[in-house]
């Protein structure tokens, strides 16, 4: 007897999301930090030296689809926890401090190596594939949630 096929639909992706949550709540449990803290402090730990702190608030509204004042609340909180600071003379810029760099790394590596248990079998193909789908999916879930 054959099986229908799955197809790809929302609610494929929201299962899939939803199934890693835990996962994610763990790690952020242990951080301190909350989802929107953790995305924000990627972004400005991810770069060396300092960053547009537009940019960040860029990435944060577009990507977790808040709200410019929430995304100043988060870049404040991550200030306040000492994890992201100015640097002298430029409140245009951010960058984090020696504790966001740290903490950034172990978030970093706890991720890393959940993704290794979560997609380390599946073969590279099918993983370039699924990420070429859910690009479409995004772009297009943007362009009409813009009109």
Avoid: W
Wanted: aromatic letters at 2%; charged letters at 20%; a negative charge.
């Amino acid at each position: 007897m054959s099986r229908t096929p799955v197809l790809l639909n929302s609610q494929l992706i929201g299962q899939a999301h939803y199934a890693t949550v835990p996962l994610r709540e763990r790690l952020l449990a242990r951080s301190g930090l909350t989802f929107h803290q953790s995305v924000a402090l990627n972004t400005v730990a991810a770069d060396d030296g300092s960053v547009a702190r537009g940019d960040v608030v860029d990435r944060l509204t577009g990507t977790l689809k808040i709200d410019e004042a929430a995304a100043d609340e988060t870049l404040a909180a991550l200030t306040s926890k000492c994890l992201v600071e100015e640097p002298p003379g430029d409140a245009s810029r951010l960058r984090a401090t020696g504790q966001g760099r740290a903490l950034h790394k172990e978030f970093t590596a706890a991720v890393a190596g959940i993704a290794a248990r979560v997609y380390g079998d599946i073969p590279a193909a099918d993983l370039e594939t699924a990420a070429r789908v859910l690009l479409l999916v995004m772009e297009r879930a943007n362009a009409l949630a813009a009109e």
